[in-house]
């Protein structure tokens, strides 16, 4: 059977925060999981970088790694800092900005198709 999580070694203790690379004027994304389901991805921002608001069709949970970022949930903005995490209900506008350089895990969870 194929691993359905990627890029991680099995049986490894590790640091989610060490799988993804903070760059200069970057935004960078690794995906763990993507399917019809669930997506797990590991992002980083250099500072000042951002994902304009936009919406999507699951729930998504926001963990900071490090650092601090700036959540805007339907024009509200929340600061989060690691350790923290916040609940970003489906269709609800969001956007990311990076206050400082930091690092996030983004867990995303999908309707069944019948329920979409």
Do not use: C, Y
């Amino acid at each position: 059977m194929d691993a359905i999580i990627h890029h991680l070694a099995p049986a490894t203790v590790l640091r989610l925060a060490d799988q993804v690379e903070v760059r200069p004027g970057q935004v960078v994304s690794k995906t763990l999981v993507q399917n019809d389901a669930v997506g797990l991805t590991l992002f980083a921002f250099d500072a000042g970088e951002q994902l304009s608001a936009h919406t999507s069709p699951g729930d998504a949970l926001v963990t900071v790694l490090d650092g601090i970022a700036r959540i805007t949930l339907d024009g509200e903005p929340h600061e989060l800092h690691r350790g923290e995490s916040i609940l970003m209900p489906a269709n609800v506008a969001h956007a990311v900005f990076a206050v400082e350089p930091f690092r996030m895990a983004l867990l995303q969870v999908f309707p069944a198709p019948e329920q979409r």
